[in-house]
C-alpha cells in the first residue's frame, strides 16, 4: 500500500485546562473523500486547524506522503497542497469575495506598479467571479462586501476559495451548515468533482446521510481521541452512532 | 451591496458637509474668509495634523488606536533640536525625527501585536514615557529650533504655498494610495476586519501591525520636525491633545473604531471640518469654545452612524 497522503499520530492540543486532543490519529489516503465525524467537543475542529497550520499541535507526529512535516503556518500546509474551509469560515466581512478569495496570495499588477505591491483587482475579481460561477454560488455584485451576503452565500465564497486553490487535500469543517438542501447537493456533487480530480477531502459533517452519501471511509473522534475507522459502505448507521457516543469501541490509539 | 453605498455615502455626507461650511463662512464674511490668504492659513493649520490623522487612519483600521501620537511628535522635535544643535546639520536633524517617531512607533507595534497588551493602554503608556521625556531632556523649558531651519523650511513657498504643507500633502496622498491600492492596505483592512480570519489566510499578522504603527511613529516624528520648522520652537506643553484632534479627523471622515473600514480621503476631510470651524468662527466673531462644542457633537454623530450601520450588519 501507498503511504498516507496525510497521517497524524498522537497528537495532543490543550487549550489551557481543556484537553481538545488527548493523542488523536488520522489517515488520509490520496484520492479519497474521508468524513471526520464525532460528537460536540470531540476535537473535529481542532484537529482539522492542526492539519492545516492554523495551530500548532503541543506533541505529536504529522507525515506528508510519509515524510514527517512541522506545520510552522498556514503557509506551509499551503505549499504542501493542503486548504481548508474553517467551521468559522475565516472569512473578512469588510473584504469583497474577491478579497477574501485572494487574501494572503493577493495578485499584483505586472512591473513596476506590481513591483509597489499595487493590487491587480480587475484580475482577481475575474477569477474569483469564474470560480464562484463554476461552483454555483450566486453574487449579485463582487463589490460588495462579505458581510452583505446571506450565510450560505458566505459558506459558497469559503468552500469556493478552498476548493480553487487545494491541490492535494481540502478540510471542510461542516461546509452545509448554513445551506439549503439544493446547495447542500451542490456542495456533496463539488466533493465528489474534486475527489474525480485527484484532490482529497476531509468532510467533518453531523449529517450520517451526508456522510454516507459521499465519503469513502469514515474515521470516528471520541474525547480527543480516534476511536474507530469504517469504510462507509460496509457500516451501518447504528455503528457510527455507537462510536461516536461511546457504545461502541473499535481501537484505542494503536 | 447596501452598506457599500452607505459607506460611500458617509464620505459624501461629510464632504458635503465641509463643502457647505465653505461656503457658508465664505457668504457671509465674503471680504475675509474666502481671501486666498485665508484660505492658505487653513491648510497650513490642517497640514502637520494630517500627518497625524492620516498615521491614525491606518492604525484604526486595524481596529487599534494610537494615543501617543502628540508625545512622540514633541520628543522627536527634541531629539532633532539637540542632534542640530550638537552637529549643526539639519538633514541630521531630520533624519533624527524620524527615526526617534518610528522607534516610538515600532515600540508601539510590539507591544501590542507580540505582548497583546491593548492598544489603547500600550500607547496611553508611551504617551507618557515620549512626554515625560520630552520634559526630562528639557528641563521643561521649550527648545528653539535653528534659525535656518525656522526661516527655511518654516517659511518656503512653492507657488505661493507653504512647503510644510506641500510635504504633508504628497505624503497624504501616497498613503491614501497605498492604503486603497496596495497589499499593504489590503492587509491593514484584513486585519481589522477579522485578525484570526487574516492570520489563517497567512497575513503576517503581528509583522503587519508592527509595521503600522511604525508608520504612526514615523510619522508623528516627521510631523515633529516640520512643526519644529513651522513653529520654531518644540512646544512641549503644546501637543497634549493631538491624539484626541488626529482620533477625531479619523472617526469624522468615516473610519470605524471596530476596523476594517476607512479612508484616507474621508481622515483629510474629517481634518479640515474643525480647522474650518475654528477659522469660520474666528472670522464671524463666535466665540471660539462653540468650535469645541460642535466638533464634539459631529464626533458623537459620526460614531452614532457608524455603530448604526454595524449593528444593521451583524443582524
Ligand atoms: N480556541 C480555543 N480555546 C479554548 N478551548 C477550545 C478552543 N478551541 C477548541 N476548544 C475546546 O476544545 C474542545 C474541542 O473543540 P473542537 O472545536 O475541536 O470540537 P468539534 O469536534 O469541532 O466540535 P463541534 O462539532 O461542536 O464543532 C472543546 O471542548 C472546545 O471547548
Ligand atoms: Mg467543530
Sequence with gaps: ?254 | MDRVRLRDRQVVWIAAVLALLLLTFSVLRPGSFATSFNLLNLVSDAAILLLLATGMTYVIITAGIDLSVGGVLVFSAVAATKIMETTGSLLLGAASAVLTGLAWGLLNGVLVAKGRIPALIVTLGTLGMSLGGALLLTGGVDLRAPGDLNLGLGLARWLGVPQIAWICAAITAVLALALARTRFGRHTYAIGSNAEAARRGGVAVNRHLIRVYGLAGLLAGLAGYLSLAKYGITGVSAHSTDNLQAIAAVVIGGTSLFGGVGTVVGTVIGVFIPVVLQNGFQILGVRPFWQQVVVGAVLVAAVYVDQWQRGRRDQ
Design chain 1, 1 to 254: 500500500m501507498s503511504a498516507p497522503l496525510l497521517e497524524a499520530r498522537g497528537i495532543v492540543k490543550s487549550y489551557g485546562q481543556v484537553e481538545a486532543l488527548r493523542g488523536a490519529d488520522f489517515t488520509l489516503l490520496p484520492g479519497e473523500v474521508v468524513a471526520l465525524i464525532g460528537d460536540n467537543g470531540a476535537g473535529k475542529s481542532t484537529l482539522a486547524k492542526i492539519l492545516s497550520g492554523a495551530e500548532r499541535p503541543d506533541s505529536g507526529e504529522i507525515a506528508v506522503d510519509g515524510e514527517p512535516v512541522v506545520f510552522g503556518s498556514v503557509e506551509e500546509a499551503r505549499s504542501a497542497g493542503i486548504e481548508t474551509v474553517y467551521q468559522d469560515l475565516a472569512l473578512c466581512p469588510d473584504l469583497s469575495p474577491a478579497g477574501n478569495f485572494f487574501l494572503g496570495r493577493e495578485l499584483l499588477k505586472p512591473g513596476l506598479l506590481g513591483r509597489l505591491g499595487v493590487l491587480d483587482n480587475a484580475a482577481m475579481r475575474g477569477r474569483t467571479k469564474e470560480a464562484c460561477e463554476r461552483l454555483g454560488v450566486q453574487l449579485k455584485s463582487q463589490a460588495a462586501p462579505v458581510s452583505t451576503l446571506s450565510g450560505g452565500q458566505r459558506q459558497g465564497v469559503a468552500v469556493a476559495r478552498a476548493v480553487t486553490w487545494a491541490k492535494r487535500v481540502v478540510f471542510m469543517d461542516e461546509p452545509t451548515a448554513a445551506l439549503g438542501v439544493l446547495q447542500t447537493q451542490r456542495v456533496l456533487d463539488l466533493i465528489r468533482g474534486v475527489r474525480d480530480s485527484g484532490v482529497a477531502v476531509v468532510l467533518i459533517s453531523h449529517n450520517m446521510q451526508d456522510v454516507k452519501a459521499v465519503s469513502d471511509r469514515v474515521e470516528v473522534l471520541r474525547l480527543g481521541r480516534r476511536v474507530a475507522r469504517f469504510d462507509t459502505a460496509r457500516v451501518s448507521m447504528e455503528d457510527l452512532v455507537g462510536a461516536m457516543t461511546g457504545a461502541i469501541e473499535h481501537e484505542n490509539g494503536r
